[in-house]
């Protein structure tokens, strides 16, 4: 099946800035069998939405989902 894949952010393993693209997948694969195979370790990804919805790493994606891969947000100055 394919899914589409969008990458916000900076992830050590992929390029810097937003990428978007269709990877085909096994029936019921998992998000995180689709970081594995993306090469993403769990520490580099913030949140995980599909179509629009955050979810866990087990939550299983179905044909034409969108998953979107947010790095972790930091920086910043903090409150005073």
Avoid: C, Y
Avoid at 10 to 35: F, H, W, Y
Avoid at 62 to 77: F, H, I, R, Y
């Amino acid at each position: 099946m394919v899914i589409h894949v969008k990458t916000v952010g900076t992830l050590k393993s992929l390029q810097e800035g937003t990428k978007l693209e269709a990877l085909e997948v096994p029936e019921k694969a998992s998000v995180s069998q689709v970081l594995e195979r993306l090469k993403i370790r769990e520490w580099e990804i913030g949140f995980v939405l599909v179509n629009g919805e955050r979810v866990t790493r087990e939550s299983i994606l179905k044909e034409n989902d969108s998953l979107t891969l947010v790095a972790p947000l930091a920086g910043g100055q903090p409150k005073e």
